[in-house]
Every structure is written in C-alpha cells, then in structure tokens.
C-alpha cells in the first residue's frame, strides 16, 4: 500500500545547479500539493494543481517550477539551487482541494542540502 | 499575526497525564481542522479533524473546537511515550482558496 511516493529521500546540490524532486500517488487522487518544511516554520504551500492539467501557486513559490504530467505525478524542479532552498520537501495529495474536511496524505519527504 | 498559530513549546507531561494542545486562527471563514502528529524526521500523519463546534473524540484523542473564540484545541489523554511528538494544527477556510494552512507545531514530550 503505496500511498504517496516520493523520491530521491535525500540529496546534496552544489548552489546553481537543477533537480527535480519526483512525487507519484496511487489513491487515484484529483489534487497533488508540495511542501517544504523549515525549523520552526511549520509546512509552507510551494504549489498544488488541484486537478490534472492545472496548477497554482502556493504561499513561497518563488524559485520553484511543477508539471502535473498525468493524475498520479507531481514534480517539482529546482532550476538553480540556492543555499535558502535547503529544507526538507514534503509531497501530499487529496481527493479535491477544495473539499470541506477532505485531508491530506503525505509522503515521506525529501531531505535537499545546498551548499 | 500568523494565520494559524501554536506554542511550539516543548511541553512536558509525565506518562499518564492529559496534554493539552492548543491553536489558534486567523480566518473566521476556516470551516474545517485537522491535527497532524509528525515524529522526528517522519512525514506528517492525521490523527483528528473536526468541523463542528464542540468536541470529538477518537480513542485518547479529543479535539475540541470553539469556532467563536476561534481556537481548536487537541486532549490526549493517559499520555504514553510514544506520544512524544509534534503536532501541526491546520486550518482550510474560503479565505485560503480551500487549501490548508498549517501552524508551526507544538513539540509534546512524555517523560515516563
């Protein structure tokens, strides 16, 4: 029972460089959200797209880019690292977004160091 | 004023007492709460939502919500060490477009 996958589970950039951090949902859930996770900072919306083909920005989306490839994966990209982007990066998804009381199903995150 | 706001704590509790968890909102609209117990380096797990006013129960578990004062509030009761955790409030009201806004956390430590 699969949940929420997301990979890799830890990486290690140099500043400048590009990665994608993959996340994939076996639920046959409509909406798909990313996360990141500082110290004392509590979980911070990136983006979500709330259905297949469509996404949005969340609360800190700056320096990120998603695709939506299909109803089951959400990526996020990194297009150039930077040390402020080091944080622990959590993938979720729901039936809808926009549904009353509906919660959300978390990955095990990915813990991303930039030097 | 942060939207949805908790004690991050630590608070300590022996084994066996009732710990106490509280969170507060900003949006007056927020329709429906969740708690979230996040173990040190593991991902967030659900373990109560509520959207009525009152109190809910789930085992050890009541949540209690008092849209009025706009506070929702966690009981665990007969703590256990394997309570030691932090727990994340989270809010999803129409200001936020439906989408869940989480608090910092509270950190809980059950010593036995």
């Known amino acids: 029972n699969a949940g929420v996958t997301q990979t890799p589970k830890f990486q290690v950039l140099k500043t400048g460089q590009s990665m994608t951090l993959q996340c994939a949902q076996d639920?046959?859930?409509?909406?798909m959200y990313w996360y990141r996770q500082d110290p004392g900072m509590g979980l911070r919306l990136i983006y979500y797209?709330?259905?297949?083909?469509?996404?949005d920005k969340g609360e800190v989306p700056n320096g990120y880019n998603v695709s939506r490839l299909n109803k089951r994966e959400f990526s996020l990209r990194l297009e150039s690292a930077a040390p402020s982007q080091t944080s622990v990066y959590f993938c979720?998804?729901?039936?809808?977004?926009?549904?009353?009381?509906?919660?959300?199903?978390f990955g095990d995150g990915t813990r991303l160091s930039i030097l | 004023q942060k939207e949805v706001e908790q004690n991050s704590g630590p608070l300590s509790v022996p084994e066996g007492a009732i710990a106490s968890l509280n969170c507060t909102y900003s949006?007056?609209?927020?329709?429906?709460f969740f708690w979230y117990r996040q173990y040190s380096g593991k991902s967030p797990e659900l373990i109560m939502f509520?959207?009525?006013?009152g109190d809910k129960e789930d085992g050890r578990f009541t949540a209690q919500l008092n849209k009025a004062s706009q506070y929702v509030s966690l009981l665990i009761r007969d703590s256990q060490p394997s309570d030691s955790a932090t727990y994340l409030c989270?809010?999803?009201?129409?200001?936020?477009?439906?989408?869940?806004?989480f608090g910092q956390g509270t950190e809980l430590s059950v010593k036995p």
């Open positions: 979720a998804s729901s039936e809808e977004v926009f549904l009353t009381g509906e919660p959300q199903h």
């Open positions: 639920m046959n859930h409509n909406s």
């Open positions: 797209s709330a259905s297949e083909g469509t996404t």
């Open positions: 949006d007056r609209g927020s329709q429906s």
């Open positions: 509520i959207y009525s006013n």
């Open positions: 989270a809010v999803r009201g129409d200001n936020q477009g439906g989408k869940l806004i």
